[in-house]
């Protein structure tokens, strides 16, 4: 069984979204740890970008305090080393295709065989595009994992039928941040999807609650938090490790 699958097996997954280097390296380290001993079944690993379309205010000030703070792709890649001496649920990468394509992607993909990374989720890149990373993907064993949006539409069969790893379902348009309210069909998508893949799939964007997070498992087989979690890495610094984990495990305990 692979890692990602793990994840998801006889359990509903919550997956944290944490953005490497906010506030520096050895913080993202200490959070990453405590989510785990909380019960995250996938971490998703945000690499910095300037530019990083998909995401809110509450994520771009992480980038642009991870890349002032002197943060890079190799030390990213040292980081994860370290992690991977004791962490053993998977980890992804998420970032952008240009983060990729400026380092070289068998490069990229080669390291990250080797550090330990499962799969690579870029919301830059339509579908349409992935062929430019998908063989160098396939040759490392690092699942490129789709998202699937309300717009995607009549290209949710498609999209489901080629993905690998899970599916990133988005459930409302715009960008990452916390909604008071997701009005999208989750259901009508992921019947979509499960007559088209094998594949779990998990709900991202706008979820920051216990309620909102079992709401949107319920409906498929996970969720994905990030805005929720950067704010509180924002409030604490680098003390935001322990409330980090009592964040992560009211969460977890919401999914059961």
């Known amino acids: 069984m692979n890692r990602i699958k793990s994840a998801f097996e006889n359990?509903?997954?919550?997956?944290?979204?944490?953005?490497?280097?906010d506030p520096d390296l050895e913080t993202t380290a200490k959070v990453v740890r405590a989510a785990v001993r909380n019960g995250a079944s996938l971490i998703e690993l945000?690499?910095?970008?300037?530019?990083?379309t998909a995401e809110g205010p509450v994520i771009q000030g992480a980038n642009l305090r991870a890349l002032s703070g002197g943060?890079?792709?190799?030390?990213?890649f040292d980081?994860?080393?370290?992690l991977r001496t004791d962490v053993e649920i998977p980890l992804v990468f998420m970032t952008y295709a240009n983060v990729v394509f400026s380092y070289g992607a068998e490069r990229f993909m080669s390291a990250c065989r080797e550090i330990g990374i499962d799969g690579l989720i870029l919301p830059d890149l339509p579908y349409e595009e992935r062929g430019e990373f998908i063989e160098e993907c396939h040759k490392y064993g690092v699942a490129l994992i789709p998202l699937i949006a309300p717009t995607s539409e009549n290209r949710i069969a498609m999209i489901a039928k080629a993905a690998e790893g899970f599916i990133y379902l988005v459930s409302s348009l715009g960008v990452t941040?916390?909604?008071?309210?997701?009005?999208?069909?989750?259901?009508?998508?992921?019947?979509?999807?499960?007559?088209?893949?094998?594949?779990?799939?998990?709900v991202g964007f706008g979820i920051s609650t216990p309620e909102r997070a079992k709401q949107m498992a319920d409906l498929s087989d996970g969720a994905i938090v990030g805005s929720a979690i950067i704010k509180i890495i924002e409030k604490y610094g680098r003390d935001s490790a322990?409330?980090?984990g009592e964040f992560v495990k009211?969460?977890?305990?919401g999914l059961k």
Request: contains cysteine; aromatic residues 4%; charged residues 30%.
């Open 79 to 82: 980081l994860v080393r370290d």
């Open 177 to 202: 941040g916390e909604r008071s309210e997701i009005t999208t069909d989750i259901a009508s998508i992921v019947r979509v999807i499960r007559e088209n893949t094998d594949l779990p799939c998990a």
């Open 11 to 21: 359990k509903k997954a919550f997956i944290p979204f944490i953005t490497c280097g």
């Open 71 to 76: 943060v890079t792709t190799d030390k990213i």
């Open 242 to 244: 322990e409330p980090v």
């Open 46 to 52: 945000g690499i910095p970008f300037s530019d990083p």
């Open 250 to 253: 009211k969460m977890t305990e």
